[in-house]
């Protein structure tokens, strides 16, 4: 039977076209896309052998094995499955278009990567990406060995194959490679591409290797000396073997190394899993050299399944929150085949650090980043990875110490999501940890406030912001709190505010910042009625501070939240607080505009019990225009500013103050 020439399908041709004469930089996707119709095929043959077990005599082994030849130039991808008969060639192999076809095409032109191919059903022909020419022999076990064989030029042969070694079963694919793509039959190169791609295909992927071995032999040449009568000598049988002399030769030896070892271990019941095999699937996951802190391995069914395993690792890496890093990472696997790693949906930004894989049965494997935006089942997977994480983050808070080291590794991250995520920002309020008033070696958690035996009078939960716990603790805002002995939070972490401002209360009692105006304290009738009358007291004293510092305060008012300090700055209730306003003057890019409105409003609080406020009182009602009053007053808000978290917008006239006071 002689050769027969086919003609190409148009939208194939095109198809070619585009990938033969376009720049692509990631070339590597092809043996990608062959292993995994390669795995594809070795599918089919084992469902068949499901009902006819004699479909597998031709071939009992199901492998995929690469062959590179160096000589020839000819990377060999052949593997044990299902193979094609002549008609399956001609209709597969290009005179049918597949309905990706257009598809992928039409993707391509509105910038996709070449890397989706695969995912519309044209994988084989990424081929030409590396090579000029290809081969495909293939044995099915209804037909007999045929070749198939193009360049691409719009035609391709089908021919019986009288010349190659019978395969038995399956596929070969040859790759005449290209001049300039010879790497690829280098096999550093291919284990590269098999670990990045291909590691967790289910039947073995297979490298045939050379190796130069020394072998001893015989030497038989063992030359007489010239000039030299070989001389007769009787000699024992034993004493003759020892004589012979042996040489060592190179040889190349070929054997077969398998490149996917490492099996995909979330395709097995948990419970048959041990430690030590999760920290190696982890180790080879992330490159990591400690072990993980926690893992969580589940699968979901119903109406969508899939299967995921979630590591917590130890520590947090270096460039966490870098911007122009992964987003994540989660590795996404379709029916074990490796689709991305890089996808943002998959799991919120503040659960960056957690690490794993996702596999999902549902997807379809034509999911490119721009459907998968729009795609359900991904919104179904990231609800169940939250939910499963956040299950994780608690089994880990049952042991303080190892909790200790994660919130120290990530507590920034729990409190980025306190932030972002509303649906689930009550759940993650229980892992918050901060420093209190009562508590200020040890960081205690807001359920541990309220289970405290002073919680039962406390109703609300207390908090203050500051740049250090050396600058809150003594801080003049706590007085009064700390005379009826409140626990206050101290809050000294930069992200701390952003967090706390967005949960407002938390089981029930209200979050509230005690230096905002607005602190309402738990008080008798006769303190409220002794409050009014100081208040109405020191009314001429508020009136003349507020017309001395103008407008650096909103209004001056009696406190009642210190009792030893003489005054503090309070701000409103909706701005920002001193803390928050330090951070943001700190960000490089900020919008100055919006520091103008967002900027704390100031209220001046006076405590009407300390001696500086009493004599400043006698002071103005004598002499309301009396210089060293205008003086006091300034010193005295100054004080207040760093007292209270602010800093001074003329160091130098308030250092001016105090000299010429001690002059």
């Known amino acids: 039977m002689a ?34 119709n390669g795995s594809d095929a070795l599918d089919k043959i084992r469902y068949a052998s499901l009902t006819d077990p004699s479909q597998l005599d031709t071939e009992k082994d199901l492998y995929i094995r690469i062959t590179p030849d160096k000589e020839n130039k000819v990377l060999r991808i052949r593997d044990t499955g299902i193979g094609m008969t002549k008609a399956d060639m001609v209709n597969n192999l290009g005179t049918i278009a597949k309905s990706g076809t257009k598809g992928f095409m039409e993707a391509l032109s509105s910038g996709a990567d070449i890397s989706m191919i695969g995912q519309f059903g044209v994988g084989f022909y990424s081929a030409y990406l590396v090579a000029e020419r290809v081969q495909v022999i293939s044995k099915h076990n209804d037909d007999e060995q045929y070749i198939w064989e193009s360049a691409a030029g719009g035609t391709f042969t089908i021919t019986p194959d009288t010349i190659n070694p019978p395969l038995g079963r399956g596929t070969e694919i040859r790759l005449y490679l290209k001049e300039d793509q010879l790497e690829y039959l280098e096999e550093k190169k291919i284990k590269e591409i098999v670990k990045k791609h291909s590691e967790f295909i289910s039947y073995p992927i297979q490298l045939t290797v050379t190796k130069e071995v020394e072998k001893e ?26 004589k012979k002399k042996t040489k060592k030769i190179k040889e190349q030896e070929t054997s077969n190394e398998e490149l996917n070892k490492t099996k995909p271990i979330w395709t097995r019941n948990p419970s048959d899993i041990t430690p030590e095999e999760y920290g190696a699937f982890y180790k080879s996951l992330t490159n990591d050299w400690e072990d993980h802190l926690a893992v969580k391995h589940f699968s979901v069914e119903g109406q969508l399944e899939f299967k995921a395993i979630l590591f917590i690792p130890k520590r947090a890496p270096f460039d966490l929150f870098e911007s122009k890093k992964k987003r994540n990472n989660i590795k996404l696997y379709v029916r074990r085949v490796f689709i991305m790693d890089d996808c943002e949906d998959l799991i919120p930004e503040y659960l960056n650090f957690v690490k794993g894989i996702v596999d999902s049965e549902d997807l379809p494997l034509n999911i490119s980043r721009e459907t998968l935006q729009q795609n359900k089942i991904l919104k179904v997977i990231r609800k169940n990875l939250v939910k499963k994480t956040l299950d994780l983050i608690s089994e880990i808070a049952e042991d303080k110490d190892n909790f200790a080291k994660f919130y120290e590794a990530f507590g920034k ?42 919680a039962e009078v406390q109703k609300t939960i207390y908090y203050l912001t500051g740049e250090s716990l050396a600058a809150t603790r003594d801080s003049p805002f706590l007085e009064v709190l700390k005379k009826k002995g409140f626990e206050v939070l101290l809050l000294v972490d930069p992200i701390d505010e ?55 305060v909103e209004k001056v008012v009696v406190s009642n939240r210190i009792t030893d300090s003489p005054c503090v700055l309070v701000t409103g209730q909706f701005g ?18 919006m520091s103008s ?37 300034y010193l005295l808000f100054e004080t207040a500013l760093l007292t209270s978290g602010f800093t001074l917008d003329e160091p130098t006239s308030f250092s001016k103050r105090i000299y010429r006071m001690i002059a």
Not at 9 to 22: G, K, M, P, W
Not at 219 to 231: L, R
Not at 427 to 454: C, D, M, N, V
Not at 602 to 621: F, G, M, Q, Y
């Open 3 to 36: 050769t027969e020439s086919f003609g190409f399908q148009a939208e194939i041709s095109q198809l070619l076209d585009l990938i033969i004469n376009t720049f692509y930089s990631n070339k590597e996707i092809f043996l990608r896309e062959l292993i995994s």
């Open 597 to 633: 409105y967002m900027a704390s409003k100031k209220t001046l609080e006076l405590n009407p019990t300390n001696p500086i406020i009493k004599e400043l009182s006698r002071k103005v009602k004598e002499d309301k225009a009396d210089k060293s009053v205008r003086d006091l007053t």
């Open 217 to 242: 032999v015989e030497d038989e040449e063992e030359e007489v000396k010239e000039g030299e009568e070989p001389k007769i000598q009787e000699v024992d049988e034993d004493e003759e073997k020892e």
């Open 498 to 552: 952003y967090a706390i401002t967005q949960l407002k209360e938390f089981d029930g009692k209200k979050l509230v910042c005690v230096s905002k105006e607005g602190l309402e304290l738990e008080e008798t009738e006769d303190e409220k009625k002794a409050r009014e009358a100081e208040a109405a007291d020191y009314a001429e004293l508020c009136a003349a501070v507020k017309e001395a510092l103008g407008d650096k």
């Open 413 to 454: 991250n729990i409190k980025l999501g306190v932030h972002e995520d509303a649906q689930n920002r009550s759940k993650l309020a229980e892992y918050l940890r901060f420093y209190s008033t009562k508590s200020p070696e040890e960081q205690i958690s807001l359920k541990g406030i309220l289970h405290h035996p002073h």
């Open 576 to 593: 920002w607080s001193s803390n928050m306003e330090r951070i943001m003057k700190a960000q490089a890019l900020r919008d100055s505009s």
